[in-house]
C-alpha cells in the first residue's frame, strides 16, 4: 500500500505565507504525478498545483504568481509555498500522487487532507 502524510497548514492572516509538505511512502516503484487539490465548504475539490515527474507544473489560475509547487523525487516528497494568501482560499487541502506500486498498475493516492484557514 501507499501512503500519503500531509504536514502544514493552519491558520494565517490574509497576506501571510504557509507551506505544505507531503511525503509518500510504502510500495512504490515509480511517481507520476504530483500535486495538491483543496476543497471548501459547500464546493466540489478543485487542482490547485501539481507538478510532474520530470517537474512541469500546472497552477490554477486562482493561485499562479502567489503558489509554487516543488518536489523531491528522491525523497517522494511535494510542497506548496503558499504566499499572499486570500481568505477565500481558505480550504482543505490533500497531497495527490499518481503511483505505480505492488499492484503494477497506475493509481491515484490521496493525503487525508490539511486545513487551511485564512482569515480576513
Known amino acids: 500500500q501507499v501512503q500519503l502524510v500531509e504536514s502544514g497548514g493552519g491558520l494565517v492572516q490574509a497576506g501571510g505565507s504557509l507551506r505544505l509538505s507531503c511525503a509518500a511512502s510504502?510500495?512504490?516503484?515509480?511517481?507520476?504525478?504530483m500535486g495538491w487539490y483543496r476543497q471548501a465548504p459547500g464546493k466540489q475539490r478543485e487542482s490547485v498545483a501539481l507538478i510532474s515527474s520530470g517537474g512541469t507544473t500546472n497552477y490554477a489560475d486562482s493561485v499562479k504568481e502567489r503558489f509554487t509547487i516543488f518536489r523531491d523525487n528522491i525523497a517522494n516528497t511535494v510542497s506548496l509555498q503558499m504566499n499572499s494568501l486570500k481568505p477565500e482560499d481558505t480550504a482543505a487541502y490533500y497531497c495527490?500522487?499518481?503511483?505505480?506500486?505492488?499492484?503494477?498498475?497506475?493509481?491515484?493516492?490521496w493525503g487525508q487532507g490539511t486545513q487551511v484557514t485564512v482569515s480576513s
Open positions: 495527490y500522487a499518481r503511483v505505480l506500486g505492488r499492484s503494477v498498475k497506475w493509481d491515484d493516492y
Open positions: 510504502g510500495s512504490i516503484f515509480s511517481i507520476n504525478a
